[in-house]
């Protein structure tokens, strides 16, 4: 189940039963199912507390991904900062709405198993995100 949360922000305008199937297409497409997915979207008031809180970061970021994954099931609380969407959109020249999805559905990616931290994981995540779009252009 994939469940759409608010705390201090207006939700996004998306159509979730859209998202909801594109997420299930893309975990699938990993060899995964979707069991609880929380989005919580937010601002970066919230953001940075919560990764103060529970990373010790003092940083602002898009996305905190909490995994709670148990073999081919994925699961997990996604907390996306719309400040930081809206202000990362404008940076790289993107449409709030495109880097939207391109958050939304990159903690999805973390939770079938892909990082981007390491040394060259940052170009597998960027493929991995164009073809998780990709896929949602198809339908």
Not at 84 to 89: F, G, L, P, S
Request: hydrophobic share 40%; net charge negative.
């Amino acid at each position: 189940m994939i469940t759409y949360n608010v705390d201090g922000v207006k939700m996004p305008k998306i159509k979730k039963r859209d998202n909801s199937a594109w997420v299930k297409a893309v975990a699938a497409s990993y060899g995964k199912k979707v069991g609880e997915i929380a989005y919580i979207f937010v601002n970066d008031d919230k953001i940075l507390e919560v990764n103060r809180t529970y990373l010790q970061h003092d940083y602002f970021t898009d996305i905190i991904t909490f995994d709670y994954s148990e073999g081919d099931i994925i699961s997990g609380d996604l907390f996306i900062s719309l400040d930081t969407v809206r202000t990362n959109a404008e940076q790289i020249g993107a449409t709030y709405e495109q880097e939207l999805r391109r958050v939304i559905i990159h903690g999805i990616l973390h939770l079938c198993g892909i990082n981007d931290k390491g040394p060259g994981e940052r170009e597998i995540m960027e493929a991995a995100e164009d073809k998780a779009l990709a896929i949602l252009k198809q339908d």
